[in-house]
């Protein structure tokens, strides 16, 4: 007879779906200095950037790095732009390392909502700008298990 896996639960009242996770978008990696370890994940692990910028809102410089085919999630490196920004805070108490699990939303607004509907601390009461041009939001570490969960928005495809 088939067993069930132990490991197996069935959460009530939830709604599938509509929270809008579509994909991991990318994983956020804190790093001192930006250049070094740009030169590190390439004659490392043969990663690209793909994009760089510095975002004065959020205090960082950070760079997107793909992984293989290039065509599925990336490696985010966020590197202080200043003192006093979450990056070098994060720095500060934990060292270099994973800062942030981001996932791609439809929605980020409709994402928000969803969770805070849940009871989740969203970080901002309205998106922010995120990397080229995209929404974000944050859902607070303490209610997502430990884990600085993103919302990420895409920015629109120009058309020309
Ligand atoms: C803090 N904590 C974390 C954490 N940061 N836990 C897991 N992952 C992290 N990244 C824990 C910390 O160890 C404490 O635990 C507790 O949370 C402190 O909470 P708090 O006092 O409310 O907050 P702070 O001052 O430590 O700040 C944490 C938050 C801050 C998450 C609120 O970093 C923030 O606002 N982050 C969102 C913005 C951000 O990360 N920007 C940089 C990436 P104990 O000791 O109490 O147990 S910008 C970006 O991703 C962009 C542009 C993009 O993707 O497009």
Redesign the pocket.
């Known amino acids: 007879m088939m067993q069930r896996p132990p490991s197996v639960t069935e959460p009530e009242n939830v709604t599938f779906g509509d929270v809008g996770l579509l994909r991991i978008d990318?994983v956020?990696v804190a790093v001192p200095d930006l250049d070094i370890a740009l030169r590190f994940y390439a004659e490392t692990f043969g990663m690209h950037c793909v994009h760089q910028e510095t975002?004065e809102e959020?205090?960082?410089r950070?760079a997107m790095l793909a992984v293989g085919d290039g065509t599925g999630p990336r490696l985010?490196l966020?590197a202080p732009a200043r003192p006093d920004?979450?990056?070098a805070?994060?720095l500060d108490?934990?060292g270099p390392g994973l800062?942030?699990l981001?996932y791609t939303v439809a929605d980020v607004e409709a994402a928000a909502d969803a969770l805070r509907a849940r009871g989740l601390r969203l970080?901002y009461d309205t998106p922010r700008r995120?990397?080229a041009g995209?929404r974000?939001n944050?859902v607070?570490?303490?209610d997502a298990g430990?884990?600085?969960v993103?919302l990420?928005e895409s920015a629109p495809p120009v058309r020309h």
Do not use: C, D, M, W
């Open positions: 990318h956020g975002n959020q205090g960082v950070e985010q966020l920004s979450a990056i805070k994060f108490r934990n800062q942030q981001a970080l995120g990397t995209s974000i944050f607070h570490p303490k430990g884990v600085l993103e990420v």
